[in-house]
Every structure is written in structure tokens, then in C-alpha cells.
């Protein structure tokens, strides 16, 4: 078992850059939901709207 790292992540405090960083977040993970799970998209389009949910819950 492999050690783990402590990474730290400085971002930026622009909105409109971190909204582009959400803009990314957001791509990746639905591009890791077709590649990895081959769900339709449907089923990710759901997924998508319960975290948002939860995420205006959160908040």
C-alpha cells in the first residue's frame, strides 16, 4: 500500500475563473461517468440534478 500525499491547491479568488473551474470539474466527472460506467444520459442528466439538489441543501 502506497503511502498518501498531502497535496495543496492555491486557487484563484476571480468568480470568473472559478467559474470556469467549475465548468471543468463538471466535464471531467461526466466524461469519467460515459467512459467508466457507460451510463446514458439520462441517468447521468438524474444524477446530475440530485447533486445539485443536495449541493443547494448544503449551502
Do not use: G
Not at 503511502?3 to 466535464?27: F, G, M, Q
Not at 469519467?32 to 443547494?56: F, G, H, M, N, R
Amino acid at each position: 500500500m502506497q503511502k498518501p500525499i498531502n497535496v495543496r491547491v492555491h486557487y484563484p479568488e476571480d468568480p470568473e475563473i472559478l467559474d470556469e473551474l467549475e465548468t471543468r470539474k463538471a466535464r471531467s466527472f461526466v466524461r469519467a461517468l460515459v467512459s467508466e460506467y457507460e451510463l446514458p444520459p439520462d441517468q447521468i442528466d438524474e444524477l446530475i440534478s440530485i447533486l445539485q439538489e443536495k449541493q443547494t441543501v448544503a449551502s
